[in-house]
């Protein structure tokens, strides 16, 4: 059973998230990619719902953990001196920003001054170290932290809904809404050198999102600690029954680690391209029609070209096109072998709805199904390289012109 925790509201103008969040120290300042805030606050269920923002550009990279500033104190005034470089720079006080929402409780909150004199607070929320407010930050506090730290890292600094799975304060179970493990993160950058380490969840590639796992990540600050591609599963030591699949409790010798699921993000646009021919998802002749056809063509980069994923239900998902509004489907609502994959406005009808399987053999590549069918697959039908080539549903062959990658647009 997870702790109950407040969470933390977002700034909203008619509804609509600003461009940009706002730091709670950064007056009138803001900066995107170095904030975190949550997605409708923290769960209240099982686990915490979390998003990611924090950028290593000018992060824990640029910043540092190691040295007495931080490690040798309590997490207090005295333990950040307005001498310190982390209380004169957006990006610093950025850092102090997760370190302290990961370290403390709700309700708890730290102050301190730069060295002008200017005060900035930092509330807790996580809580995974609150013996770090009145006293020494020791092995297993700096581990915990870290992890916390590694899992909100988001290089591109965009904001994803992400849940988290540890020991301690975050502890164990699952939620529908983020089912696919990522993976997971530990070590610990309190150290000079800094030790930053993650490895693969089994779901690494699906569901990738800007600035994770599975997308190529620019400037990350964390390793495999095991090989470029090496999966948790196989290098880690799973968390005790029942929690045994909720995450790992021990990789190499770091016992805190954390572990992240997520999901396909809303926001997101994606392009989804077929592993023979690397050809791409479109609507024909960019048409907004409903019943206009589905085809393959070469990306291009075009509207037409990218969609958005969004879960209806678990595992339940409405493929829209960023073009013309209207969604994936089944002409006639058919579920025959041979027919013809649309687009149409959404009803949600169940030739709406598709589900992504991971091929786990053939990591990063993907059987989309229409839920309404589930032995069918979406499948280039006809001169199987050409462009403008039309997608059918037809039975799963296991071939490798039925499965698809499904990554963000550039």
């Known amino acids: 059973m997870r702790t109950r925790i407040s969470g933390w509201s977002l700034v909203l ?8 969040c706002f730091p709670p120290d950064a007056g009138s300042e803001r900066d995107s990619q170095e904030d975190l805030v949550t997605t409708n606050g923290l769960s209240m269920i099982n686990g915490l719902s979390m998003t990611n923002g924090l950028s290593m550009l000018n992060g824990l990279a640029g910043n540092g953990l190691s040295g007495s500033n ?11 001196p307005a001498t310190s470089s982390f209380m004169n720079s957006t990006a610093g006080r950025s850092t102090v920003t997760y370190l302290v929402r990961c370290a403390l409780p709700s309700g708890h ?33 700096q581990e915990r ?5 590694l899992a909100h ?22 939620n529908s809404n983020y089912p696919y493990q990522e993976g997971s993160f530990f070590g610990n950058i309190f150290l000079n050198p800094p030790v930053a380490d993650f490895c693969n969840g089994k779901d690494f590639d699906l569901g ?3 600035g994770r796992l599975g997308v190529g990540q620019n400037n990350a600050p964390y390793k495999n600690a095991f090989w470029s591609g090496a999966l948790c599963q196989s290098n880690c030591s799973n968390a005790d029954s029942p929690n045994s699949n909720d995450g790992f409790k021990q ?23 077929n592993k023979t021919t690397s050809r791409c998802l479109e609507v024909a002749g960019s048409s907004t029609s409903d019943g206009a056809a589905i085809q393959q063509r070469t990306f291009s980069g075009g509207s037409n070209q990218k ?27 058919s579920t025959s072998s041979g027919t013809a994959v649309i687009q149409d406005g959404y009803k949600g009808s169940s030739t709406q709805l598709w589900a992504f399987t991971s091929l786990g053999d053939q990591p990063g590549f993907y059987e989309i199904t229409p839920t309404a069918n589930s032995w069918a697959s979406i499948t280039p039908w006809g001169s199987l390289y050409s462009d403008g080539t039309p997608i059918q549903e037809w039975t799963y062959l296991t071939a490798d012109f039925q499965k698809w990658t499904i990554t963000p647009a550039n």
């Open 307 to 333: 969609w958005t994923i969004t879960q209806v239900s678990p595992l339940k998902y409405k493929v829209v096109n960023v073009n013309s509004g209207k969604s994936l489907d089944s002409k006639s609502g």
């Open 251 to 273: 990789c190499l010798s770091y016992k805190h680690v954390v572990t992240v699921w997520r999901n396909f993000d809303p926001n997101t646009q994606y392009k989804i391209c």
């Open 153 to 174: 890292v988001n290089t591109s600094g965009q904001h994803i809904s992400i849940w988290l799975d540890s020991e301690g304060a975050i502890g164990w179970g699952s």
């Open 13 to 20: 103008v008619g509804g609509t998230l600003l461009g940009g």
């Open 70 to 80: 931080l490690q040798m104190y309590p997490l207090s005034s005295k333990g950040l």
């Open 208 to 210: 990738t999102v800007p």
């Open 145 to 149: 932290v870290s992890a916390c730290m």
């Open 109 to 141: 909150t730290i102050t301190a001054k730069d060295t002008k004199g200017t005060s900035y607070s930092f509330p807790g929320q996580i809580g995974v170290a609150p013996e770090w407010e009145s006293g020494n930050c020791n092995a297993t506090c």
